[in-house]
């Protein structure tokens, strides 16, 4: 059964930087497309980020946040830098079986596995 496992997040001050991770097990991790969501209380889950199989595609919705990957330690990253409040939510990494090596996947139900996400707090 394949895992998707976050971790990273925590409380951190507008104008700082976090870095949440998210590990794989249990399928073959170059496979997938693998995306960042967030969620905020009383909204609807949004796209952050995304990154193809092979790491030569990307893209993300902020320009302070870059999204990586590393298929030896089947571990997909992001960093967000210059945090603001409004980007306090729960992040979600999610997975998504793609046939290319350059796909990328924008939208929720596009993804096939989530994990169960991890709490980002900036406070003002």
């Known amino acids: 059964q394949v895992q998707l496992v976050e971790s990273g997040g925590g409380l951190v001050q507008a104008g700082g930087s976090l870095r949440v991770s998210c590990v794989v097990s249990?399928?073959?991790?170059?496979?997938?497309?693998m995306g960042w969501f967030r969620q905020a209380p009383g909204k609807e889950r949004e796209f952050v980020a995304a990154?193809?199989?092979?790491?030569g595609l990307t893209d993300a919705t902020e320009g302070r946040f870059t999204i990586a990957r590393d298929n030896a330690k089947n571990t997909v990253y992001l960093q967000m830098n210059s945090l603001k409040p409004e980007d306090t939510a729960v992040y979600y990494c999610?997975?998504?079986?793609?046939?290319?090596?350059?796909?990328?996947?924008?939208?929720?139900?596009?993804?096939?596995?989530w994990g169960q996400g991890t709490r980002v707090t900036v406070s003002s």
């Open positions: 249990g399928g073959t991790f170059s496979t997938y497309v």
């Open positions: 990154i193809s199989r092979n790491g």
């Open positions: 999610a997975a998504g079986f793609a046939p290319g090596l350059l796909q990328l996947k924008r939208f929720p139900e596009e993804y096939d596995l």
